[in-house]
């Protein structure tokens, strides 16, 4: 009974927690760029007023795929979002639980990305390949990444990686080299994953109308917006709690479940500001050519170094 | 079945050709101008331009109007060199009328176009800012630029369309006090300009911007583009020394022309910002040496209206954008027969097309941008009956007929 409650407060959970995180990422890029920048509660007001707007669906799309699929992002990122915190909270886990959390994250965009094809807008065309290019360039680094730390921790079960960390008493990224260097490429993952600045290529606004979101406005567009913060939230709890565990510095009550949790949400807010917010206030925008070469010279570079590393046991 | 039907065939089936149209309405555009771009994956093969979408009729409507009204209201026609094209009207009608201005108005005509160059210059660093999608530069170089608009505001009254000329002269003085003022003003302002120049040498910028939007000098020249675009790509003019007019003869010393050869839109901003610096230079070397005297004539700009006898002349300056021209015919009766405009936009928009050819999609914005263009300055050609949705464009004959008619 305690279990299915504390499933169910965990959806509304990551959805104020996500927009919560937005909000606080808008305003200090605002004050970055000497702004006064919006209210925090901000993405609040836009989600309830985008949810007020009318329904359209362009002419031109097919518009049962158009209208799914923005439901079908945002309860994908939702439930990637969850997982990792319910699974936290229970002490407790499915093995396997790592490639689906990814799985999730990985669909929203890929659902975002059909959507904006299937809108019939040639710059929903246009953002389609370039998202989809993008999506080789840091999904396999980062996929890579997460199956050194596997690799190390000889699970692919989430819980069973924080618990590995806490038996260690020590934050993973810092307890091999190997780690550290999946950590790093992890991190160089999350701008892209993120679509900010300078990796907002496939929905590059003077360039090609947001891409995918062009056709998208009312409900629709509040769904995907959804799904794209709660996706942001999602990684860099993820990327917080797989090799910055800071709890396990702590003994008993605070190194798992809910107190573990509220700790852990601190760093999580320091992480989206430096991977997120901080490169989109100090970058232009690249190329799509950069941003692949970025990716495939260097993140995946570094991933490779980081699995050989941990195959021999570094 | 013939070769060319297989060829034309061959492209029909062609899936990765894509026409995306390019504006008239897009967020990378501030104004009005229709792109339709041919594309292949994101090289873009094929630019059809198209103006005409905000034309407002501004030469016919002055032709209706006596020449104090129609002051006014070339004026109107961009909202950002506003002052280029009161200058060029202004001075085409002394010319008419053999009316001299004094030096202190002449002056002070100068100060102002320097000013308007730093606002247009520091408007067009923070839009390709924002085209490469670096928000920050682009908050903080129009944050720079708005203390240019309070220094309009201090001598003219007004920021934007500032109503400094009027037939004669200039309509507002400097105050002694705004001296000191305006110097503390442009010491801070070549601080910023200095620090937006290190932040365009940022990587991610340099990579956005060097070898995108290449127009060579054969093609410069052969196309005619004037102002910055013209001077990145190594073309070597500029009205202010080429034909000095109001106080730029004495001028010519303390401005110099700048010119890079890497033909990139990097070169074209490069010109920018450093014509910033010139124009701060201009404006000390103003302030010091302002003549003292009278700034208008004794008689009211009315009455010198009504002096100015029938002719005809033609009026260049170099605007923020390039060389604007004015070919002004006035009837003798306080009015117009004809007034002609053309701005730089019309000359250097033709530009565009070698430099979007075998770009990447993600560079026109920032190509678009490069070349500063004023979209409502250049819109003349085209009729649309948005009734019957059709568009007729002027030909030569109804050109030669409109012609005749005067």
Known sequence: ?314 | MTNGFDDAKEIEVDYARLRVPFGPVHPALKEPISLKVTVRKEEILDVDIGLGHVHRGIEALAENRNLVQALYLVERICGICSHSHTTCFTQALEEIGEIKPSERALYLRSLIFELERMHSHLLLLGLMAYEIGFDTLFMFTWHVRENVLDLFEEITGNRVHHAMNTIGGVRWDLPPHLVGKMNDTLKNLEKSVKYICEVFQNKTVEKRLCEVGVLNHIEARELCVVGPTARGSGVNVDIRRDYPYAAYGELKDSFSVILRNSADAYARTEVRISELFESINVVHTILDELPNGSISMEESALKLMRKIPEGETVSIVEAPRGELLYFVKTNGKDGLWRLKVRTPTIANVLGLKPMLIGGEIADIPVTVASIDPCMSCANRVTVVDQGKGEKKVINWENLRRRGKKQ
């Open chain 1, 1 to 314: 009974m305690n279990t299915i409650l504390i499933l169910l407060i965990t959806f509304p959970v990551v959805f104020f927690l996500s927009l919560l995180f937005e909000g606080v990422d808008r305003k200090v890029h605002a004050r970055m760029q000497k702004r006064i920048g919006p209210p925090i509660i901000q993405p609040f007001y836009d989600f309830i007023k985008l949810f007020n707007k009318e329904r359209i669906v362009p002419v031109t799309a097919s518009s049962r795929i158009f209208t799914a699929v923005p439901m079908i992002a945002a309860a994908a990122s939702i439930v990637g979002a969850a997982i990792p915190i319910a699974s936290l909270v229970l002490e407790t886990g499915i093995g396997g639980d790592l490639i689906l959390i990814l799985y999730l994250l990985a669909m929203s965009s890929v659902m975002v990305m059909i959507g904006g094809s299937s809108s019939g807008n040639p710059y929903g065309a246009v953002g389609f390949s370039r998202k989809m290019t993008m999506l080789i360039a840091y999904e396999v680094p980062m996929l890579i990444s997460i199956l050194s730390v596997s690799l190390n921790c000889v699970s692919l079960a989430y819980y069973n990686i924080v618990s590995a960390q806490i038996g260690m008493k020590s934050l993973l990224a810092f307890t091999r080299p190997s780690m550290a260097v999946a950590a790093a490429t992890f991190l160089l993952c999350i701008p892209a994953a993120a679509d900010a600045v300078p990796f907002d290529i496939s929905e590059a606004k003077t360039e090609i109308i947001h891409g995918s979101l062009v056709e998208y406005g009312g409900p629709y567009l509040a769904l995907v917006k959804l799904a794209k913060v709660a996706s942001n939230f999602a990684m860099t709890f993820l990327a917080v709690s797989l090799f910055f565990y800071f709890p396990a510095l702590l003994e008993g009550y605070a190194s798992v479940g809910l107190g573990a949790l509220c700790l852990c949400l601190v760093p999580t807010l320091i992480l989206l500001l430096l991977t997120i917010t901080v490169p989109r206030t100090i970058f232009a925008r690249l190329k799509i050519g950069q941003a692949f070469k970025f990716y495939w010279l260097i993140s995946l570079a570094l991933s490779i170094i980081s699995v050989a590393l941990s195959t021999l046991g570094l």
